[in-house]
């Protein structure tokens, strides 16, 4: 695609990356079939290809923010089903990204949006603010509706989406000293991000990843400090924001490196590790940061990823349930982990059935559902559906966003991939499961082993 930028607007690095990105684009529309706004609207506005000639105009001519243009950007998922398509490798996140920051900053939001918006920030990346908010939705409608009454609609839809997600419970993955379940000998370390919403929604995921770990010579750290990986504010269009929770996190991880061998640094929401991959991207040419963030990039993992790679041993139950597997888009799009997570389920016993348009997305996706609820509701309902379809006993996935966003609503449980793996190698029941219990079987201790010793495998 061809720019007009002039020989002054490209010595601002901003522009010259925008610049590089919209020149890879040459019109072939093949995003667009995989688009879920374009599939849903039939609208070249609602697709990348229209969306990137908009953004192309905007950051040329430098000026103010249109209210439509702020409309058809904010519409975009962030799904990246659109960069696995393309077949000239366009950067399409990163350009998204920047146009988010730059109508965050020049646009003319109304104050209710740009209200909602701060809150949600200050809400969502404190875990003790978000368990307080969850305690306080649980009063549900009264307060709901003083907030709605007050203006803010998205800030009502999110207490409202809040209010009906799961229970948060105390877990064992606070940050500060590596947490150790097991007396085994180690001969792995990797460090863990507890995550921002998982670790209030539904922390029993984490616990779940370190118990599967552990006892099998893995030492999982959660190490104190480490917060919010910074997708989110990305998704907000508060990047500088993001660029901090990025610089923060590399600067405790490098310290880590440093002092002992690290082999990993997982997470287990594939949102967090599809955006730590691309911090070399992110943060590149940032003075003292060049060495850090590519061996942080290198070593950031999904937790499906890493147990692909480690020798786990077989399970120790089987089971006659079919369970769906539903690929985030962080997870197949952002970072093309395809086949690992079913092939660990079904190594585990599980039997493991495709979901039609596997590729498009659920809906979620960071605030989406909150911002936009129409569309994300119409992307619900398809989702649901095609679940539907194959009539699964549980639908597994990697990211909170998908568990929390497809569980309301559906007549299926909806439990993180980790989750059935803890409960295959001998962890208990997940949570929501236990009227499955019957449908899981021991299997019998090999002779001259203890169980404790199948454990240790």
């Known amino acids: 695609m061809k720019t007009d930028f002039t020989l002054q607007q490209l010595q ?13 684009c040459f019109h072939c529309g093949l995003c667009n079939a995989t688009c879920p706004t374009y599939i849903l609207l039939s609208d070249e506005r609602n697709g990348p290809r229209g969306r990137i000639y908009m953004m192309k105009n905007m950051f040329e001519r430098n000026n103010d923010v249109s209210s439509d243009m702020m409309r058809y950007v904010d519409r975009c998922l962030s799904c990246l089903s659109c960069m696995t398509t393309c077949p000239a490798n366009v950067e399409y996140r990163n350009l998204i990204d920047r ?3 730059f109508i965050q900053e020049r646009g003319s939001r109304p104050w209710q949006e740009r209200v909602a918006l701060t809150i949600l920030a200050a809400i969502i990346l404190n875990p003790g603010r978000f368990s307080l908010v969850l305690r306080l939705a649980s009063y549900g409608r009264p307060l709901i509706n003083l907030i709605r009454i007050a203006g803010l609609k998205q800030l009502a839809a999110a207490f409202d989406i809040i209010s009906k997600s799961r229970s948060f419970r105390n877990s064992s993955t606070k940050g500060g000293k590596p947490i150790a379940i097991s007396k085994l000998k180690y001969e792995t370390k990797v460090l863990m991000l507890a995550g ?3 670790q ?29 990986c910074g997708s989110l504010m990305l998704h907000m269009g508060f990047q500088k924001q993001a660029f901090e929770f990025a610089k923060s996190n590399v600067d405790i991880w490098w310290k880590s490196i440093q002092d002992e061998s690290v082999d990993a640094i997982i997470t287990t929401t594939s949102d967090c590790s599809a955006t730590i991959k691309n911090y070399a991207y992110k943060l590149k040419n940032i003075d003292g940061y060049d060495e850090k963030i590519q061996k942080i990039a290198d070593k950031a993992m999904d937790i499906t990823e890493f147990l692909s790679r480690t020798d786990i041993g077989p399970s120790i139950r089987w089971s006659s349930l079919k369970v769906a597997y539903h690929a985030s888009c962080t997870m197949v799009h952002g970072q093309q982990i395809i086949e690992a997570p079913k092939k660990l389920l079904k ?14 997305c659920c809906g979620s996706q960071g605030i989406y559902r909150i911002m936009q609820p129409e569309i994300a509701k119409s992307l619900h309902e398809r989702k649901v559906l095609n679940i539907s379809k194959v009539k699964p006993d549980i639908v597994a996935t990697g990211s909170i966003g998908c568990i929390d966003h497809i569980g309301l609503g559906g007549n299926f449980p909806v439990v993180h991939v980790v989750e059935l793996l803890d409960w295959a190698y001998g962890g208990p029941v997940p949570e929501g499961l236990s009227h499955f219990e019957s449908f899981i079987y021991n299997v019998p201790t090999p002779p001259g082993r203890t169980m ?3 454990l240790s495998l």
């Open 12 to 24: 601002d690095p901003c522009l010259e990356e925008v610049d590089k990105i919209v020149k890879r």
């Open 99 to 101: 146009a988010r920051d």
């Open 196 to 198: 921002c919403e998982l």
């Open 200 to 228: 209030v929604l539904r922390p029993v995921i984490n616990d779940a990843a370190i118990r599967l770990l552990s006892k099998r010579g893995v030492k999982v750290e959660v190490t104190s400090g480490s917060g919010c």
């Open 347 to 360: 190594n585990a016993g599980f039997t493991v059935v495709e979901i039609p348009e596997q590729h498009i």
């Open 452 to 454: 404790e010793d199948y």
